[in-house]
């Protein structure tokens, strides 16, 4: 009844925030997304169930999110704003917050709180890497493994990946220093609160791959990220990192003998953000469709199309049953409880800083 009542009082509510009457509000928006499935699992979560309480309203879809940098750019030096509200990965957010192409908002005040009353900033948490970003879902990197190959005891834990002996045979990794160099000084004995720390000397970033090192010859490389689940389809490695969605097709859609390790999983982000220089009505519009397509219900509706973890802690328990296969979502989850007990989040800052130079040295060792 809580979350009934907070919804039917969402446009009241930003209304009143932001000293906008109904009819002040813009009757349509463009929102930019990404196509596909994940663009549907929006529109069946979000769009849709917005447009059945303001019929008055017209939403259309373009789907440049992967251009959203460069076009916000020009729209903003043409001074013509086309676009009301964009889903970005959060290092793009953090770009356009930081040239002043997206707003910065308070969660409090823009966002709805938890159902048992949480802050809308304490519900979010760490996912709110940016003043701008407004999160949405979370995906990860993890390490899927065939169950046929793995003997009487499946990995629990990361440090499978270097272990040898217990576990014999190909890995398969990606082709780049990010999460690879994290997990090797973890394995290494590096606390998880201090590898960034350590990565960012010299030292560090040798001791990672030297770790690397102890299972290099048996590692295949990969670029695309359907590479990893076919390598494993087709018996070619044991066990490999890939994205947590590829696992879940592979696992769920193609019934293959694959399972799935979460510990140190590496959560990343994508939500929204909402362009600097919109009108007062467009806004109005914007941030009445925001607070009601991030609240607890709708984020965990999403996970009915698609195997991404709401960023919302009181979302995962609502998290359902996904609408075509009928299967139980939670367990495919990043951050179902179960899964998510030993997570890293991508540190983005770090890597903004120290790609360039981790980069070179990590491909300079593969060449070796």
Not at 54 to 73: F, G, M, Q, Y
Not at 315 to 337: C, F, K, N, Q, R
Request: net charge negative; hydrophobic share 40%.
């Amino acid at each position: 009844m809580k979350l009934t009542k907070t919804l039917l009082a969402s446009t009241a509510l930003t209304v009143a925030a932001g000293a906008v009457s109904a009819q002040e509000m813009a009757d349509s928006m463009t929102l930019v997304s990404w196509g596909g499935a994940y663009q549907h699992s929006q529109d069946e979560a979000y769009a849709k169930p917005y447009l059945e309480e303001h019929p008055e309203v017209s939403i259309s879809w373009d789907e440049s999110s992967n251009e959203a940098v460069a076009k916000l750019r020009a729209m903003n030096e043409a001074g013509n704003i086309t676009w009301d509200l964009v889903d970005v990965v959060a290092s793009d957010a953090m770009r356009l917050c930081d040239e002043g192409l997206a707003m910065e908002y308070d969660p409090d005040e823009l966002l709805a709180e938890a159902p048992d009353g949480t802050s809308a900033e304490d519900d979010f948490g760490d996912m709110i890497v940016s003043d701008c970003f407004i999160p949405q879902i979370v995906y990860s990197t993890t390490v899927g493994y065939r169950t046929d190959l793995v003997g009487d005891t499946p990995p629990t834990e990361i440090c499978a990946l270097f272990d040898l002996e217990t576990y014999p045979g190909k890995r398969s990794l990606e082709k780049r220093p990010i999460n690879n160099m994290e997990w090797a000084l973890y394995c290494d004995g590096v606390a998880k609160d201090e590898i960034y720390d350590v990565l960012e000397t010299p030292e560090g970033q040798d001791q990672a791959l030297a770790k690397l090192d102890t299972i290099k010859d048996q590692v295949v490389w990969w670029s695309a990220g359907a590479d990893t689940p076919q390598l494993l389809a087709d018996g070619e490695v044991v066990m490999g990192s890939t994205y947590n969605g590829r696992l879940f097709s592979v696992i769920e859609e193609q019934d293959q003998p694959v399972g799935m390790l979460w510990d140190m999983q590496v959560f990343d982000l994508d939500g929204w953000i909402i362009p600097t220089g919109l009108s007062d009505e467009a806004l109005a519009r914007v941030k009445d469709f925001v607070y009601f397509a991030t609240d607890t219900q709708r984020l965990a509706d999403q996970a009915k199309y698609i195997s991404y973890g709401p960023a919302r802690q009181s979302s995962a328990p609502l998290v359902g049953d996904h609408e075509e296969l009928g299967i139980a979502m939670a367990p495919h989850m990043p951050t179902d409880p179960e899964n998510a007990s030993n997570t890293l989040l991508y540190n983005y800052e770090f890597w903004a800083d120290y790609r360039d130079d981790i980069d070179a040295k990590f491909q300079a060792w593969l060449a070796q």
